[in-house]
């Protein structure tokens, strides 16, 4: 029997605890929004630059030679913190990202299992990029790394 990837499960549950951890204030979007509007978004599945990105990749291993019918799930899911303003403010914007970062991680390492859906969670690779054309902006790529079993 196949097991399908939990993917898109852990993104609707990551999309979920994010929201939670940054508030209301700020909108976190399943997989970048067309247009960047916001001062500061969080993305779920994206490295929140324009063009084809992979929101996520998985291995899966049958177990036991599949005589359990078990599948174990290696996973990642890209997501990114991004803060933006008309003005040259890199320390400002770069503060507002780690406090909104610090919350996300806090958030799920208080549920590594993203809410039942998988065994354990890490938010892993956090890379920062900072850019200045027409203001400022600050980028947090990180990645949710997971593994889960099905069956």
Same mark, same amino acid.
Do not use: K, W
């Given at each position: 029997?196949?097991?399908?990837?939990?993917?898109?499960?852990?993104?609707?549950?990551?999309?979920s605890i994010c929201q939670g951890a940054?508030?209301?204030?700020?909108?976190?979007y399943d997989g970048l929004p067309p247009?960047?509007?916001?001062?500061?978004?969080?993305?779920?599945?994206?490295?929140? @630059?324009?063009?084809?990105?992979?929101? =996520?990749?998985?291995?899966?291993?049958?177990?036991?030679?599949?005589?359990?019918?078990?599948?174990?799930?290696?996973?990642?899911?890209?997501?990114?913190?991004?803060?933006?303003?008309?003005?040259?403010?890199?320390? =400002?914007?770069?503060?507002?990202?780690?406090?909104? @970062?610090?919350?996300?991680?806090?958030?799920?390492?208080?549920?590594?299992?993203?809410?039942?859906?998988?065994?354990?969670?890490?938010?892993?690779?956090?890379?920062?990029y900072q850019i200045r054309e027409g203001?400022?902006?600050?980028?947090?790529?990180?990645?949710?790394?997971?593994?889960?079993?099905?069956?």
């Amino acid at each position: 029997m196949a097991a399908v990837s939990l993917l898109d499960d852990v993104i609707a549950a990551l999309v979920s605890i994010c929201q939670g951890a940054v508030g209301t204030g700020v909108p976190v979007y399943d997989g970048l929004p067309p247009d960047l509007d916001d001062v500061s978004l969080v993305v779920v599945g994206d490295d929140g @630059m324009a063009g084809e990105n992979p929101a =996520g990749s998985t291995v899966q291993t049958r177990t036991d030679y599949n005589l359990a019918g078990a599948t174990t799930e290696a996973a990642y899911v890209t997501c990114a913190v991004i803060c933006q303003t008309g003005d040259d403010d890199l320390p =400002g914007l770069r503060a507002t990202s780690r406090a909104l @970062m610090l919350a996300i991680e806090t958030a799920i390492r208080g549920d590594r299992t993203l809410g039942g859906v998988v065994i354990r969670s890490n938010v892993d690779d956090v890379t920062l990029y900072q850019i200045r054309e027409g203001g400022s902006a600050v980028r947090r790529v990180f990645t949710v790394h997971y593994d889960a079993r099905q069956g």
